[in-house]
């Protein structure tokens, strides 16, 4: 009998029978592939990540209170930049503006000099963006948008600032969305554009209100953005832009991770970090105790360490593209991406988690469980586990298999023991995971009964 592989996050805390979900991998065109790896290129003695950008071709991060240069083999001071919340920044083409929530604001030259913008008319910004020369800064008390002279981010009239007009909610932050400034309310998200007088220039779009507020975590694609928010009438929860609409692109059960494990202030902390891997778009989001991926529809977590079952946070966050490859900032310092199968020397716990349904209170027995995995690929003493379970909760001794010798690519993992995986009252639970180094993909399962 064919098994489906799991595609997203399914989970009840009040139903352990109905548990999905991969972690360290992701469904991708009908494929469970592994997340990348890190490997560190550059410690930091500081263990406060706050983000990563490039600037004129050089890679910077924000470690601390240290603004870093990348060298390609080590980080060198380039500027203190108080402060210990994540930064936000706008490239122009002369200048970068950059705030430092909670801190200061400040401006860095083509040249990579770092300044504190002193005009007395710009407030400590929680964001900032770019729209058509003019940078739009959101003061971190929630006050109307500020924006800028053209082309110089810390010119600052006292009279140039507008608010979002149909919904009196507070101003969390802006994007923008195919040259159109987004700006992000606690209750609505308005739509605003380049087409005013001088002194005026952002006028508000009609009708483009977009009923659902902002919590934090907004990533931009090609075709739409995305962010944590909240629905007005339905609680938390992942969105996407589409078509002028917020649509939910979060399952029940991250809903429900989202409304039964965080408190709204734990919400606000969320980090987000965009990544091409393997030619698929993942949108990753780290929260205090989560981290959870968004790939094509499909929800996945991705964790450091072993044995976390998906409620530990993959360590690696503000990863940024730079010279062909992926830097993220870790515990330890800067890390590159990488399709090795660690993180820093220690193993990646890959799982899948899944079940098998016959009626209610009809006793199957399985003959073995088959897994289409990547065999023959890594070499050497690479082991997959399985764990079975009657009732989602209690758990068997794991029962390894070897992913074979390189070359070995027609053999499948295959668990088979004398009288079959036992008897099972209409319900079984799978666990699949490894942490060996080793290639651990997958495009199918069989149970034989």
């Not at 991969?22 to 410690?43: C, I, T």
């Not at 950059?98 to 008319?121: F, H, K, R, W």
């Not at 090795?340 to 209170?361: C, K, W």
């Not at 399985?386 to 295959?414: H, V």
């Amino acid at each position: 009998m064919p098994l489906p592989l799991p595609r997203t996050i399914k989970a009840s805390k009040v139903l352990p029978k109905q548990i999905e979900y991969l972690q360290n991998s992701f469904h991708g065109d009908g494929m469970l592939l592994s997340r990348p790896g890190a490997e560190l290129v550059a410690a930091h003695g500081e263990q406060v990540p706050r983000g990563t950008f490039v600037w004129q071709n050089q890679l910077y991060a924000v470690i601390g209170s240290e603004l870093c240069l990348f060298d390609g083999s080590s980080l060198s001071l380039a500027a203190i930049l108080p402060g210990s919340n994540p930064i936000r920044y706008a490239r122009g083409f002369s200048m970068m503006a950059i705030c430092a929530p909670e801190s200061q604001n400040y401006t860095l030259s083509m040249g990579g000099a770092l300044s504190p913008v002193t005009d007395s008319d710009l407030p400590v910004c929680r964001d900032v963006e770019r729209v058509d020369g003019y940078f739009l800064w959101v003061p971190d008390n929630g006050d109307p948008v500020v924006f800028s002279a053209v082309n110089d981010a810390g010119d600052i009239d006292p009279l140039d600032y507008f608010d979002a007009e149909a919904s009196p909610d507070v101003n969390l932050g802006v994007i923008n969305f195919r040259n159109d400034l987004f700006v992000f309310g606690a209750e609505t998200i308005e739509r605003f554009r380049n087409v005013g007088a001088e002194t005026a220039p952002f006028v508000r779009v009609a009708g483009g209100m977009i009923q659902a507020g902002y919590v934090g975590g907004k990533l931009r694609s090609t075709d739409t953005f995305v962010w944590l928010g909240k629905d007005q009438d339905a609680g938390y929860g992942f969105f996407a832009y589409v078509n002028g609409t917020a649509k939910r692109i979060s399952t029940p059960a991250v809903d429900e991770i989202l409304e039964h494990d965080y408190t709204p202030t734990e919400l606000s902390r969320v980090d987000a970090q965009r990544l091409s891997w393997r030619g698929f778009d993942l949108y990753v989001w780290t929260l205090p105790r989560h981290t959870l991926c968004f790939v094509g529809g499909s929800w996945s977590y991705f964790t450091s360490g072993v044995d976390t079952l998906g409620v530990t946070p993959w360590q690696y966050r503000f990863a940024s593209q730079f010279d062909g490859n992926y830097y993220a900032i870790g515990d330890n310092g800067l890390v590159k991406l990488t399709a090795a199968h660690q993180d820093e020397g220690q193993p990646i716990d890959r799982r899948l988690v899944t079940f098998a349904r016959s009626r209610v209170d009809q006793v199957f027995t399985p003959d073995f469980l088959r897994l289409a995995a990547s065999h023959g690929l890594s070499g050497g003493t690479k082991t997959v586990g399985l764990r079975l379970s009657r009732d989602g909760k209690l758990w068997s001794d794991r029962f390894y298999r070897e992913l074979g010798a390189i070359g070995e690519y027609e053999q499948q993992l295959e668990w088979r023991y004398p009288g079959g995986l036992g008897q099972f009252d209409g319900f079984m639970a799978m666990e699949i995971s490894t942490g060996s180094d080793c290639e651990f993909a997958a495009d199918g399962a069989v149970i034989g009964l």
